[in-house]
Structures are given as structure tokens and as C-alpha cells.
RNA sequence: GCUGGUGUGGCGGAAUAGGCAGACGCGCAGGACUUAAAAUCCUGUGGUGGCGACAUCGUGCCGGUUCGACCCCGGCCACCAGCACCA
């Protein structure tokens, strides 16, 4: 009888050999082929490691130590994403530097990741707070500001009442603070921005070249929010100048009854003497701005506006005077600010047209069917015909968009136009715990970048990281820090205070694990020759809009630059599910549903973990938390402990074993590869199942299973390894093979049909003729065949179905 | 509202390519071992009818294509996720 399964023991015992070894390192031998696996670095917060984390590194890891095995020479890093708010907000309450908090959490993190037995290499960890490291993401910065893509604007930020600090429009949810809950307001400020609009049309093309889930490419293709359209002029009457507005619909101009213009637009201020209610008017302004995004969009029901009163614009296609109004529901930010309204074919223009009255005209119908456009707006593309549009009458709409267009270029009133709802990525934070911005303000030469020389600019000592009511970083305070001399012309110049999001160490840490100790470039263009781009990266759903979106654009610009040499950092992209509590609510404090990792790998085993978190069902969708199923992980790997006891000699597989050995081969390589990891897990369950059956297994099986085993449950299979005496450790032999031929069994269960429904199986040869198939089935169908047999089906290898009527 | 996804036993979930629905695991029931319990092992386990080999129904709902449909087509319903006054 062999020794009972002492997890802890087995598995501490590995995790010191691996590391005495520098097992998982790669090597900087370019000559073998590479494979650069990569998961999302994580925030180092102070509850430590959640369960939700070894899912998706599990599944990573078990691709990383497969291709290992398969030959490759492969990275699979970690590192620390380690700025951020809540290590500054749990800094400020307990009067500890953030930095020491940030030591303290990677120190608990890393073991935690240590004990679940990951072959991440450790030669190769980066922090997104050590200033070798933050030089690299500052030089980027200044990179973008010498191309122009980095610029200070003075604009309505989204102001956290309590974060007391700036957001990208990504960071809001619904109106409040992604990460706090608060309200969100708005408030101006100058800030520093960076033209991510200007890498729309490439942020969308790349994707076609990439192989991401299906829902990622959507979600950044709507976030990006591309469309065509045109600007049409619509001349005020009795005027010079002309009101521009944005519209898709360029077809629907004949049916344009008014106008609105967003309650910003300046044609208010620049015609006030002209408006005779310009005092409702400038109340209606007042009160839409006092409204965050959030109550804009909640009121969005039911629509608000005023007229213009004094002012009309002229219809260029027919020469019609129509009314001008502001409402809220047109945002300055999009477009030109200012839209016509066809409320026959727009359910926001209905909607408005309807409250407050205001006529509609039908200019396009549906073929062959009556549309009652008092019912509802009619705003199908596909099936709509041109009607009440002179020369576009007659036309599908398709077509009649290109005629207009053509016209509108033609006459000069209008053009094609294509706007995206991306906008400009707010890259300034008023908060101590970031990268500083190496820009100083100089009275004579304005805005002007730090020599790369002086990189890393360092983060001074403060006396207080409270953030400040008046919106200044708390690096405003420190005079000294602050006050410096321009690079340029060496007069008094102030440095930038503000400091850079969460999002930028993070948007190009997977370049610096390729060469992270590197101190003339961000990474040697030898290293990121070989190792990029990524082969296969996963992370959360919640990083697809901001930091999938964030990483690719620095990427494409550094790709522009000549720094990077592909156009695409990550070339495939998988997304886990989350893991929820036992009650399938989202596992949290409040709801008293939590599973500390550290819980289950001391009762359990690290490898228990990483096979229960694997087979807990489809990789990418959510899954409740199961003590009882870890239970079942656990007797599955006591079970492949006491094989031990049944083990027999001979290297090969047992001839009548042999089919099924090859077949799970095959399955377990396939499903690793297709993040089907629950069904590489049932193959192995079945296969040992046989085993037991059989009572007796190979060392060939043996080792085989444990090879194949491996990438899930390192420690337990390293040890039987070791313990039956195969030759070196398991992490460098060779994944096994599978011959294809022999998948198939000689003979196959082929199921017998009546007319389409099973009445028995038979045992076939694999090879037998159609002729002496279908006999077979008929014979078994004996006696049950009423009437007469119309038609005879041999499908080789799964089925007959004999139909008789 | 738009986009993407998912609906299969008591539960988590399987099912290459239109070909034996329910693999594997959990739970449950019965049995073995034990003074007993836990652990472990064995057997059974979709519903209904029957002692029984068997029959019959069954993959969210309605219909269609097919010798044959969880799978394809048309029309609904529910849930999940993302976006949401973007003209």
C-alpha cells in the first residue's frame, strides 16, 4: 500500500525544488520557438487573493507548462499593477506610506501565488510603481506629447465627490464612481488628454487581424462607436452664417420639420440680442447643466426643450423656414452639437416632436405595406422607399443616401463625415499614488517635456497624501518639488502636479517583461523581435473598454514610432468567467459568501484548487462556488494517488486500453487548447475509471496520465513521478503523442433505427460493407418491421436507420 | 431600445460535422467494511407505466425542413452581460 496523499508536504516540497531550479524561466535562446502566454497582472489589494484570480492563471498556466512540454521556450510572467486608489485611501487612513502598503500586499500576494504552485517566472517581475519601471511608462508619455497626441484642455471633467478626483468617462458606471459608488458631478478643469480618437479608424481595423472572443471585438467596436454620415449647413434666414448639423439619415433631409441645438451651443451667446426669450432660454441652459450624465440620461423619457425664439434656419433642399429649438437631449460633445430633427423617422425627434407639437413629414415608406407614422417613427434602412423627396423619390434608402451625399458635396452645403462617440482619454488624476507627469510649465515656452535624462522623474516624500476640496493633486502643496527651472529656456518654470490614471503602467507592462531589467530602452528590440506579440492573453470582460482599449492604442502608437514591431500587442484574447458564491451571488463581504483561496489549498491542496477551479464548468461563463464539488476534485486526485497500488510493469499501453489512451491524448491536448479545460478533466476521470475497472495499470498509462495530468496538478504528478522512479522530473519530458489511426476501435457500436428511432446496438466492424451493415440491422430488427421497407440508411461508424411504412 | 450570449435531470454541466441525449462530477438511495461514525469501496439513479426483457414521453414555447433535430430555418418567451438621447 502506498503512503497516504499528504498534499501539503508534496506540494511544498515541489514548489522548492522548482524554485531551486528556476524551473519556469525563459531563456533568452531565440533560436528555439517561442510562446508568450500572459494574464492580467493584478492590483495587489489588501484582502489578498480572491478565488476569482487562480482561474484564469490556472488555465494559463496549464497552456504555459503544456507548450513547455511541447518544446517551447515560453514566458509566462507576473507582475504587479500596483498605483492605484484604495492603497493610497488605505495609506491615508492608517497613516502608512502607500508604498509600504504596496510592499506589504505583493508580499502577501506572492505567496499566496507561490503556494498554488504557478510556473510563473519570477526572474521577470515587474511593478508598475518601481521608478526603473515607471521611467519607461513616462518616456512613453513624453513620446505622445512630442507627437501631439498628448494635450492640456480645459474641459467639464467627471469630478468623484469622494475620491476627490477626476474620471474617464470609462470610469463612471450609471452615473456614479466606478470604484466607490459615489455621485459623480461635473466640474471644470484642465487637463491632460490624450488623442486616443485619433487611433479610432486603427483601433477598429486591427481587430480583423486578431484572434479575439467574438464579444471583446464587438465591445470595442461598439465602444469605439464608428458612423457614417454626413454634415449638411442649414442657413439661418436673414443671415450670413450657416447652422451645422451631424446626421446619418442624409436621406430623411426632405422631412426635416426643425432643428435642435444643444443648450451649449455657442450660436446662443452669439444671436443672444436676437432672441426674444432669451432669458427662458439662458434658465433652460442653467438647469441642464446643473444635471450630471446620469440625470440627463434618467430624464431621458421625457423630453424638455425651448424654442428659439428669433431665430430659423432654411431647409437647403427645399428652401423651407423651420424652427430652431434647444434640448438636452443633443450633447455638444458629439457631432456638431446641433441635429435636424425628422421626427417621421427618429424616436427622439418623435418623441419631442410629439410633447411638443410640432408637425412631421413621411418621406420614406415601407414596399407593399402601410406605416402610420402617428403610431410610432418609422425608422427601418432595409425595407424603407424614398417618398415626398423630389429626386430622391423612388429610391431605397441605401441608394438615396450616396444621391444626396453626392448632391450635398456637389452644391457645397454639405459633406460625408464620419464621427466616432470615442472620445479623448482623460489622462490627468489629482492623487499623490502615480506616475508624476515629467512636463513642466515654463511663463515663456508654455508646456514643455523633461529631457529623458532626467526620467525617471520620482515621486517626492509628502507630508500628507489627502487629496484637496479645491481639485489640486496633493503634490501642489510641496513648493519645493514644484518650483524648477524650464529645460528649455532655464527661467522659472512649475511642474505638472497632477499624475497619470491607473490605466498607463499598465498599458505596456507586457513589453517590459520581455527584457524588464533593461535600463537604455523600455525593452531590447532583440527581445521584443522574439517574444512580441503575445500569443495568447487573458483577462476579465470588465478590461475589455479600458485597459484592452487603453494598451492597444499606446501599442499602435509605439508600433508608429518604430519602438514595437507588430501593429497588434495581444494576437489572441480569451475572457474567463467569474467565479460567484455557493449561493450564486457575487461573492463579497456584505453578503457573507466569501472563499479565501488560502482556506481550500490548506485543507484541500493547491492542486485540488486548480482542478476544482478548472472543472467547474465552461471556462467563460460565470460559476457558482461548490465546497462539495472541491470534495470530488480532491477523491479524483486520491484516486490517482492509489493508482499506485495497481501499477504493473510494461511501457506500452495494454492492448485493450490502447484505443482509449490514444483517444484521451488526443481529446486533453485539444480541450487545453480550446479553453474546454472542464472536459480534459472528465477524460482523465473516465480514463481512470477504466483503470480501476480493469484493476491493474501500466507504468506506460501510468505515465502517460501523469503527464497529461500535469499542466492541472503539478505538485501531486511531479511526486508520483518521482516516487515510481520515471527518469528526470515531469515538467521536462515530452507531452505525449497520440496516433490517429488508432482512435478508432476495430469494432464500433453502430445504433439501429426504425424509422428514426433506436431500437437496439450492434457491434460492427469498422470497416464492414454498407451491404452487410444494413443486413445486420435488418436481421436485428426482426419481427419488428411492419409494412414495407421504403428506404435504407448506413451512415459508417454511427448508424442505420431502416424506414418502412 | 440596440448588440452579443445562454436556456438540457434534484444540482454543476457533456454531446467532433444533423446520427445512441444526459459523458464526468455533485447530491440522493441501497449495500460492503466498522461496536459506531467519518473516510473508502460496490450497485443504482431523467419522468411515467410494467415483476420483467420492454413500452412511452423528454433538451424554454409554437411551427417547419429531414429517414433522423439539443444542433438547421421561421416566429415567440425568459434570463445573463455590454452599450445606451451618439442624431
Redesign the pocket.
Known amino acids: 500500500m502506498s503512503a497516504p496523499y499528504n498534499h501539503s508536504e508534496v506540494e511544498h516540497k515541489w514548489q522548492k525544488i522548482w524554485d531551486d531550479n528556476k524551473a519556469f524561466a525563459a531563456t533568452n535562446d531565440y533560436s528555439k520557438p517561442k510562446y508568450y502566454a500572459l494574464v492580467e497582472f493584478p492590483y495587489p489589494s489588501g484582502q489578498g487573493l480572491h478565488v476569482g484570480h487562480p482561474r484564469p492563471y490556472t488555465a494559463l498556466d496549464i497552456v504555459a507548462r503544456k507548450r513547455r512540454m511541447q518544446g517551447y521556450n515560453v514566458l509566462y510572467p507576473m507582475g504587479w499593477d500596483a498605483f492605484g486608489l484604495p492603497t493610497e485611501n488605505y495609506a491615508i487612513k492608517n497613516k502608512i506610506h502607500p508604498r509600504v502598503v504596496t510592499e506589504n500586499n505583493v508580499k502577501r500576494f506572492k505567496e499566496q501565488l507561490h503556494a498554488l504552485g504557478y510556473s510563473f517566472d519570477w526572474e521577470r517581475e515587474v511593478n508598475t510603481t518601481d521608478p526603473n519601471y515607471y521611467k519607461w511608462t513616462q518616456w512613453i508619455f513624453l513620446k505622445l506629447f512630442n507627437a501631439g497626441l498628448a494635450y492640456k484642455k480645459e474641459m467639464p471633467i467627471n469630478w468623484c465627490t469622494s475620491c476627490k478626483v477626476g474620471l474617464a ?2 470610469e463612471v ?2 452615473g456614479v464612481c466606478e470604484r466607490c459608488g459615489s455621485e459623480v458631478v461635473r466640474k471644470i478643469k484642465s487637463e491632460w488628454m490624450l488623442k486616443i480618437t485619433e487611433y479610432a479608424d486603427k483601433l477598429i481595423e486591427g481587430l480583423e487581424d486578431v484572434d479575439y472572443i ?2 471583446v471585438k ?2 470595442q ?3 469605439i ?1 464608428r ?1 457614417e ?1 454626413a454634415e449638411v449647413d442649414f442657413k439661418l434666414s436673414g443671415k450670413e452664417e450657416s447652422l451645422r ?6 436621406d430623411t433631409l426632405f422631412g426635416a420639420t426643425y432643428m ?1 441645438i ?1 443648450p451649449e451651443h455657442p450660436y446662443i451667446d452669439q444671436f443672444k440680442d436676437e432672441l426674444k426669450n432669451y432669458d427662458e432660454i439662458m434658465a433652460y441652459r442653467e438647469m441642464a447643466s446643473k444635471k450630471s ?1 446620469f440625470e ?9 426643450g425651448v424654442l428659439l425664439d428669433g431665430i430659423t434656419a432654411i431647409n437647403p433642399v427645399n428652401g423651407k423656414e423651420i424652427p430652431i429649438w434647444i ?16 421626427p417621421a423617422h ?4 418623435w ?2 416632436a410629439k410633447k411638443f407639437n410640432l408637425p412631421m413629414i413621411q418621406v420614406v415608406a415601407k414596399e407593399g405595406e402601410e406605416v402610420d407614422i402617428n403610431e410610432a417613427a418609422f425608422t427601418d434602412v432595409a425595407t424603407g422607399v424614398m417618398i415626398n423627396s423630389d429626386f430622391l423619390t423612388g429610391l431605397d434608402v441605401t441608394s438615396a443616401k450616396e444621391k444626396i451625399k453626392d448632391f450635398l458635396e456637389e452644391k457645397k452645403i454639405g459633406n460625408r463625415k464620419v ?3 470615442l ?1 479623448d482619454w482623460v489622462f490627468s488624476r489629482q492623487r499623490y499614488w502615480g506616475e508624476p507627469i515629467p512636463i513642466v510649465e515654463c511663463e515663456k515656452c508654455g508646456f514643455v517635456a523633461l529631457p529623458e535624462s532626467e526620467l525617471p522623474l520620482e515621486l517626492p516624500e509628502v507630508d500628507s497624501y489627502m487629496p484637496t476640496d479645491n481639485g489640486e493633486s496633493p503634490l501642489a502643496a510641496m513648493t519645493d518639488w514644484v518650483n524648477t527651472t524650464c529645460p528649455c529656456c532655464g527661467g522659472p518654470a512649475k511642474r505638472e502636479t497632477d499624475t497619470m490614471p491607473q490605466w498607463a503602467g499598465s498599458s505596456w507592462y507586457f513589453l517590459r517583461y520581455t527584457d524588464p531589467d533593461n535600463k537604455d530602452a523600455l525593452a531590447s528590440k532583440e527581445a521584443l523581435e522574439y517574444w512580441m506579440p503575445v500569443d495568447w492573453y487573458n483577462g476579465g ?2 478590461h ?2 479600458l485597459h484592452l482599449l487603453y494598451s492597444r492604442f499606446w501599442h499602435k502608437f509605439l508600433y508608429d514610432e518604430k519602438v514595437v514591431p507588430c501593429p497588434e500587442p495581444y494576437q489572441k484574447r480569451t475572457s474567463h ?1 467569474m467565479i460567484l458564491g455557493e449561493n ?1 451571488e457575487k461573492m463579497s463581504k456584505s453578503r457573507g459568501n466569501v472563499v479565501n483561496p488560502d482556506d481550500i489549498v490548506r485543507e484541500y491542496g493547491a492542486d485540488t484548487l486548480r482542478t476544482y477551479e478548472m ?4 471556462f ?5 462556488w ?1 465546497e ?2 472541491v ?6 486526485l ?2 490517482v494517488w ?1 493508482l499506485q497500488d495497481i501499477l504493473v510493469d510494461g511501457d506500452g499501453y495494454s492492448s485493450d486500453l490502447e484505443t482509449l489512451m490514444h ?1 484521451t491524448i488526443k ?1 486533453v491536448s ?2 487545453f487548447e480550446s479553453l ?1 479545460y ?2 480534459a ?3 482523465m ?2 480514463l ?2 477504466e483503470f ?2 480493469k484493476g491493474s495499470v501500466t507504468r506506460g498509462e501510468f505515465g502517460t496520465l501523469l503527464t497529461l495530468l500535469n499542466p492541472v496538478a503539478p505538485h501531486i504528478t511531479e511526486e508520483l513521478w518521482a516516487v515510481n522512479g520515471y527518469s528526470g522530473y515531469i515538467y521536462e519530458s515530452t507531452w505525449p503523442a497520440y496516433d490517429e489511426a488508432k ?1 478508432v476501435e476495430d469494432t ?4 439501429v ?1 426504425l ?7 450492434l457491434k460492427l466492424a469498422k470497416d464492414i460493407s454498407k451491404d452487410d451493415a444494413l443486413a445486420a440491422g435488418k436481421a436485428a430488427l426482426e419481427g ?1 418491421i411492419s409494412g414495407t421497407i421504403i ?1 435504407e ?1 448506413y ?1 459508417p ?3 442505420i ?1 431502416i ?1 418502412a411504412k
Open positions: 468617462n470609462e458606471v450609471n467574438e464579444r464587438v465591445s467596436k461598439n465602444w462607436g458612423s454620415g448639423v451631424y446626421t446619418t439619415r442624409p435642435v444643444s450624465d440627463r440620461t434618467e430624464l431621458a423619457k421625457d423630453k424638455t434640448s438636452d437631449y443633443v450633447l455638444m460633445s458629439y457631432g456638431t452639437g446641433a441635429i435636424m430633427a425628422v427618429d424616436d427622439r425627434d418623441e419631442f464621427n466616432f462617440k472620445r470582460m470588465e475589455t473598454t468567467g450564486g472543472f467547474i464548468g465552461a467563460d461563463l460565470s460559476a457558482s461548490s462539495n464539488g470534495k470530488g476534485c480532491r477523491r479524483f486520491d484516486r492509489k483517444q481529446k485539444a480541450d474546454k472542464n472536459t478533466i472528465a477524460a476521470m473516465s481512470i475509471n480501476y475497472k482512435t464500433v457500436d453502430i445504433a433505427q424509422n428514426g428511432k433506436t431500437k437496439t446496438v419488428k428506404k440508411i451512415v461508424g454511427r448508424i436507420n424506414v
